[in-house]
């Protein structure tokens, strides 16, 4: 069956270019989640969502990003004037309930 | 406060030997505590979860893992390696309240198989 997807796959901005990143969950997962992947380390979460609401955003690191998840379906992740720290790889997951599947990333290239 | 730790960067084995990747935890209730592996520029991929009952527990890829409450443990392992099995393998835990939604990560363990 079909898979966490995301879009793009990479993403090279220049500095202060906003960019979005997409999820396409899992159909009928409640729940999703964003991490941020340096290379060779593990991820570090950045929000969670129950359906459309948005639980838990404490590890965004600042106001800069800001995700979203309207229908409690495809989620967005919107980071504004990028900088060059922001260069990372963005995960996704869903999870219907104690698991969570991962997407293949997009990898976003700060220069 | 809730941990993670793989104590090896990083574990050599030669093709056709057993393995094993190390993880123990810490958490304030019952562990709920995963297994994934990353292939070069790919996603995370599901390996195997202990919840409860059985210690070894089966996944992916004739991988399979020991839940030892006694040393906090729950390590990877693997009867024979493959080459392809080359790649960075991690190790979550969380607490076993499913309010509590957040995995802790551990820092990964690159694992290479050489023919």
């Known amino acids: 069956g079909a898979g966490v997807s995301q879009s793009p796959r990479y993403k090279v901005a220049k500095r202060g270019q906003d960019v979005a990143l997409r999820c396409d969950p899992i159909?009928?997962?409640?729940?999703l989640f964003w991490y941020q992947q340096a290379l060779g380390q593990g991820p570090e979460f950045l929000t969670y969502f129950q359906n459309e609401a948005q639980l838990d955003k404490s590890g965004l690191p600042s106001d800069r990003f800001f995700a979203e998840r309207p229908e409690g379906s495809v989620s967005t992740l919107k980071i504004q004037r990028t900088q060059q720290e922001d260069s990372a790889v963005y995960l996704c997951?869903?999870?219907?309930?104690?698991?969570?599947?991962f997407g293949p990333g997009t990898r976003l290239t700060v220069l | 406060a809730q941990s993670v730790a793989q104590p090896e960067d990083q574990v050599n084995v030669a093709e056709g030997n057993p393995l094993t990747v190390k993880c123990t935890y810490s958490v304030s209730g019952n562990p709920y505590l995963f297994w994934y592996v990353q292939y070069p520029n790919r996603g995370l991929q599901f390996l195997l979860k202990?919840?409860?009952?059985d210690n070894l527990v089966k996944g992916s890829y004739g991988f399979e893992a020991e839940f030892n409450k006694s040393q906090t443990s729950f390590h990877l392992k693997k009867p024979s390696a493959l080459v392809s099995d080359s790649a960075l393998y991690f190790c979550?835990?969380?607490?076993?309240?499913?309010?509590?939604?957040?995995?802790?990560w551990g820092a990964g363990t690159k694992l290479i198989i050489k023919p």
């Open positions: 202990y919840i409860t009952g």
């Open positions: 979550a835990v969380r607490d076993g309240v499913d309010s509590n939604y957040q995995l802790i």
């Open positions: 997951a869903s999870s219907p309930g104690r698991e969570q599947f």
């Open positions: 159909s009928g997962h409640v729940s």
